[in-house]
């Protein structure tokens, strides 16, 4: 059996919060900020948060 593949979440900012999303069963909320790639994975839960738009948002 293949684990499932980590969660990808859009997100409107490039600042965003993780704690897992399963309560008591998740981790420490981290906060993290995208590079220049538009897109972060959280290193506790691997879960992927991508700006809507991306970089050909930018001027």
């Known amino acids: 059996m293949t684990p499932d593949a ?3 979440i859009f997100v ?11 309560g008591p069963l998740g ?5 993290l900020t995208m590079d220049d790639h538009d897109q972060i994975e959280c290193p ?8 809507k ?4 948002d930018k001027s």
């Open 27 to 31: 981790h420490p909320r981290v906060y």
């Open 6 to 8: 980590p969660e990808t």
């Open 44 to 51: 506790y839960c691997d879960k992927r948060f991508i700006l």
């Open 53 to 56: 738009g991306g970089i050909s």
């Open 12 to 22: 409107d900012t490039r600042k965003i919060a993780c704690d897992g999303d399963e």
